[in-house]
């Protein structure tokens, strides 16, 4: 099927503070993932990033808020 360019691929970062663990990257990981136009989440608990691939239109308050909704705060896009 053709791609839909109103909607093209995207990869996205985020800087979030907070996260130390395995269990953090799990519950970022959960939440992000759950935004609709979301497709795949990275999250690197090191260095503090999350890295989004998206399939639709998402937007930065979209992220924030479930990232919030896992317990921390994104600091930074990127």
């Known amino acids: 099927s053709p791609r839909d360019e109103e ?3 995207a990869e996205l970062t ?5 996260m130390t663990c395995a269990h953090c990257a799990g ?4 939440e992000v993932g759950r ?17 989004i691939h ?7 308050d979209a992220v924030a808020a479930a ?3 896992a317990g921390y705060t994104v600091v930074a896009t990127r």
Request: aromatic fraction near 2%; hydrophobic fraction near 40%; avoid cysteine.
């Open 7 to 9: 909607n093209p691929k």
């Open 14 to 18: 985020y800087t979030v503070e907070g």
């Open 27 to 30: 519950a970022v990981s959960r």
């Open 35 to 51: 935004i609709e136009g979301v497709d795949d989440v990275r999250v690197d608990v090191a260095a503090g990033l999350v890295t």
């Open 54 to 60: 998206t399939t639709g239109a998402v937007s930065d």
């Open 67 to 69: 990232v919030d909704d």
